[in-house]
């Protein structure tokens, strides 16, 4: 089955600092990666998704993230935070060309400090 | 980009009541729509797929007589939480999924509704 690891639940940054929001994911073959970004009273907006190709895939907002097949990772990156950053990000994982079966990680809540 | 509405954003109600919730893609068509539950400090929990114009496809251990699915039209998808119980209260998202042809498909999500039951 599978399954999706966000290991930090709430992460706090300085504004202007570099980001690394970890996702550790189980599957038995090459998925679906995807990162979505939560903020109240909005839904969950794509932040940029995986499907094969280059590891490293750009995002909107300036985010970026790199699909480590060894690590069974793919770790949400930006390198200079924002205050409008403060949001609720969510890792997600699913077979290919199957939305319906995506898995979403537990989130992890990122604080941006002045 | 498109966009997912959801209404009402927030519905209190009794115990024993039903609550309807409407989701729908208001710059695209939509076949297929998706019902999520999400509850505090936890991931998004997909509860069934909706299928315009077909029964809905629900997940194990998602009572369908309870949670009731309607995707009467290619925008519009409609979950009724029939004799609502306070352990129904939750955090419902709908999402609708837009085709565009392999990896450009994509699948936005509504605002959600905060269901609470007395």
């Known amino acids: 089955a599978q399954s999706v690891t966000q290991p930090d639940i709430h992460i706090t940054v300085s504004e202007g600092a570099s980001l690394e929001l970890r996702c550790n994911y189980s599957y038995g073959a090459t998925p679906y990666l995807f990162w979505y970004v939560q903020s109240p009273g909005q839904g969950l907006q794509l932040l940029l998704k995986y499907f094969s190709g280059d590891t490293l895939v750009q995002g909107i907002k300036g985010f970026e993230a790199e699909f480590k097949r060894s690590q069974s990772s793919f770790n949400l990156r930006k390198p200079s935070v924002h205050w409008s950053d403060a949001a609720e990000y969510f890792c997600a994982v699913g077979p290919p060309g199957g939305y319906q079966k995506v898995t979403f990680g537990t989130g992890t809540k990122l604080q941006v400090i002045p | 980009g498109a966009v997912v509405s959801q209404h009402p954003s927030r519905v209190i109600c009794k115990s024993g009541t039903s609550v309807k919730i409407e989701c729908r893609s208001l710059?695209?068509?939509?076949?297929?729509m998706f019902w999520y539950r999400q509850f505090p400090k936890q991931s998004l929990m997909l509860m069934a797929t909706s299928n315009e114009g077909s029964k809905a496809t629900y997940e194990q251990g998602v009572e369908k007589d309870k949670f009731l699915i309607n995707h009467a039209s290619l925008t519009l998808s409609t979950l009724t939480v029939t004799s609502a119980h306070p352990e129904d209260s939750s955090f419902y998202i709908c999402?609708?999924?837009?085709?565009?042809?392999?990896?450009?498909?994509?699948?936005?999500f509504g605002p959600g509704t905060r269901l609470t039951v007395l």
């Open positions: 710059d695209f068509q939509a076949t297929t």
């Open positions: 999402s609708a999924f837009q085709i565009s042809g392999g990896s450009t498909d994509t699948q936005y």
